[in-house]
Each structure stands twice: as structure tokens, then as C-alpha cells.
């Protein structure tokens, strides 16, 4: 396993997608390779912040737009 295989099999491997012989391959990887590890870190990071953020924030402007036309196309309060 070298830095490229694991980089692209990098978000597989940590939704725990891959085959044992794989998964263990990259793990191995990560274990001796301090950049492919700092890599992983951030993979995981943004993956966990991405869940956690579940509703879409909208700017305001565009949100008065919204219920502005809302308002107008469909007769609402
Ligand atoms: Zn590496």
C-alpha cells in the first residue's frame, strides 16, 4: 500500500467499507506514514462536522426573498 492507493481509498476506509485484507493494508499504511495519518485526521474531522451540520443555513437575505415570494406565489402568513 503506498500514499496514492490510500488516499483513494481513504474515505472508504474509514466508513469501514473496505475488505478485512484492505482495511488492515491502510491501517498498517497510516501506522508508519505521518502524512497519510494527518490526511486521515482532517478526512475524518470534515466527515463528522458535515453530519453533524443536518439543516442548510441560509442567508438572510435570501431567506426574506424566500418568504417574500412564498408569501406572494402561495398566499401564505
Ligand atoms: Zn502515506
Redo the contacts with the bound molecule.
Sequence with gaps: M??KQ?YKLLSDFIDKELPIETYDKIKN?LAI?P??HAFSDTLKMTIKLSQRQKFVIIPKEVHCRLIKFLKEHLDID
Design positions: 503506498n500514499c490510500t499504511h506514514c502524512h497519510c
